[in-house]
């Protein structure tokens, strides 16, 4: 049995001898590991057209283990390959979605909100956008993935935290002024601000708030602690992120 599906390549591993397993991420499945096999020689077709980040329409033979069965390229995304900068924040993109477990149901959305994030990184010309778009791509992946953090109320008393200076404390979420302790402050515009963040869809509309808001160191110190708390490690990457 075989199907064909729209993928975004996520990585290549080594398989045995020249064959390649390529885990990619699809609307309708969401993550598929797939062999090619001699994708490894340089004559491959394949492997031509299974690029990193490549948008490529897959046909997909069922098996015992899947495998690649023919490959047509949709959208290269050369731009992403091109340069140090594009590709260390496309392969953060990629690193979030291979460490999150987001459902099936929601598959179609991942992979939507993956093109998009990607395709700011390759055709924005300003750096500082595409690294917005990578952090916007953070937030709406965890909260995808079941991870979606409470704006709405303190961690500890539940009280409503509208209207005023609030916290961000580790393995706890946004606290109220209260009980403030040695963690990251934030101004009474930060929640409303990430609130747009986890539920706009208009990308460029988001970049320019987090702008305007200036509130990016806060909105860097919050995103790399919050997935600290999820996700139990540093992320290599986010480190990237900072420098906005
Ligand atoms: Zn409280």
Not at 74 to 78: A, K, M, S, T, V
Not at 155 to 162: F, Q
Not at 178 to 182: C, E, K, N, R
């Given at each position: 049995m075989a199907f064909k599906t729209e993928a975004i390549v996520l990585r290549a591993r080594p398989y045995y001898g020249p064959d390649r397993i390529y885990d990619i991420l699809t609307p309708r499945e969401g993550k598929l590991s797939v062999i090619a096999r001699?994708?490894?020689?340089?004559?491959?077709k394949l492997a031509g057209h299974l690029q990193p980040f490549a948008h490529v329409r897959l046909m997909i033979g069922r098996g015992r283990q899947d495998h690649a069965a023919g490959v047509a390229t949709?959208?290269?995304?050369?731009e992403l390959r091109a340069s140090v900068s594009n590709f260390f924040l496309a392969s953060s993109l990629v690193e979030l979605v291979l460490r999150c477990n987001v459902p099936g149901a929601a598959a179609a959305h991942e992979f939507l909100l993956l093109s998009k994030a990607l395709r700011v990184v390759a055709d924005s010309e300003r750096q500082k956008e595409k690294v917005l778009a990578v952090r916007i791509f953070l937030w709406k992946l965890l909260s995808l993935s079941?991870?979606?953090?409470?704006?709405?109320?303190?961690?500890?008393?539940?009280?409503?935290?509208?209207?005023t200076v609030h916290w961000y404390e580790d393995l706890q979420g946004f606290i109220c002024s209260?009980?403030?302790?040695?963690s990251v402050a934030l101004p009474n515009e930060f929640l409303p601000f990430l609130g747009h963040v986890l539920i706009g869809e208009d990308w460029q509309a988001l970049m320019l708030e987090a702008e305007e808001r200036r509130i990016s160191k806060e909105w860097f110190e919050v995103s790399q602690r919050f997935y600290q708390d999820v996700i139990s490690e540093p992320i290599v990457s986010l480190k990237m992120l900072a420098y906005v």
């Open positions: 001699s994708a490894a020689r340089t004559s491959s949709i959208h290269g995304f050369q079941g991870w979606h953090p409470n704006i709405e109320q303190c961690a500890r008393c539940r009280k409503p935290l509208t209207g209260d009980h403030a302790s040695g």
